[in-house]
Structures are given as C-alpha cells and as structure tokens.
C-alpha cells in the first residue's frame, strides 16, 4: 500500500469545455474515488 499524487483534468460531462486541472492524492489501497464537491460546479 502506498500513496502518491497525480494530475488529472475535471470536467462538466454535459460542458466539456468547463474543465479544470487539479492534484489528487491516491491512496493504492482505496476502493473509491472521492472529489471535494466545490469541483461539482466546474
């Protein structure tokens, strides 16, 4: 198990074009993906 951060673009499915790019932390033994919901209003 082990942690390290990546890059990854967040985008609006129904506007692609509001996008953004951020850093998460992942976390090699999680199960799921959990994205603060202020990026819910991108």
């Given at each position: 198990?082990?942690?390290?951060?990546?890059?990854?673009?967040?985008?609006?499915?129904?506007?692609?074009?509001?996008?953004?790019?951020?850093?998460?932390?992942?976390d090699t033994g999680s199960t799921?993906?959990?994205?603060?919901?202020?990026?819910?209003?991108?």
């Amino acid at each position: 198990m082990g942690v390290f951060s990546v890059k990854a673009r967040i985008w609006n499915v129904r506007e692609p074009a509001r996008s953004t790019t951020v850093d998460l932390l992942v976390d090699t033994g999680s199960t799921y993906t959990v994205i603060p919901a202020g990026y819910s209003r991108i």
